[in-house]
């Protein structure tokens, strides 16, 4: 079992950067596949980012290819989104996930582990 605790949202204004954290507890997230999704307010929740426990390839959702950027650093036992060119459309909360699989898959019944969410406001 994992655990998954987000860190670092808050309210930036558009055209600036953000970087929000997923820090794992209880096993090696070298072990998982890694996702980043998000949810605004009456909104399904969506793929971001992921990270795949292989080869370590990335997915990027068309929307923030380009702009956003993922990584793990296997030491600290954490995932990073780099969030640059920021719009107000990026409004959400963002999600770490976890999975087993040796890819990266976008469909959020496929995660098993979960963490608890981090606020990303961007003003116009």
């Known amino acids: 079992q994992v655990q998954l605790v987000e860190s670092g949202g808050g309210l930036v204004h558009a055209g600036g950067s953000l970087r929000v954290s997923c820090a794992a507890s209880?096993?090696?997230?070298?072990?998982?596949?890694m996702a980043w999704f998000r949810q605004a307010p009456g909104q399904e929740r969506e793929f971001v980012a992921g990270?795949?426990?292989?080869?370590?390839?990335?997915s990027y959702a068309d929307s923030v290819k380009g702009r956003f950027t993922i990584s793990r650093d296997t030491a600290k036992n954490t995932v990073y989104l780099q969030m640059n060119s920021l719009k107000p459309e990026d409004t959400a909360v963002y999600y770490c996930?976890?999975?087993?699989?040796?890819?990266?898959?976008?469909?959020?019944?496929?995660?098993?582990?979960w963490g608890q969410g981090t606020q990303v406001t961007v003003s116009s």
């Open positions: 209880g096993r090696t997230l070298s072990g998982y596949s």
């Open positions: 990270i795949g426990r292989g080869s370590g390839s990335t």
């Open positions: 996930a976890a999975n087993r699989l040796l890819t990266v898959v976008n469909t959020p019944r496929q995660y098993d582990y």
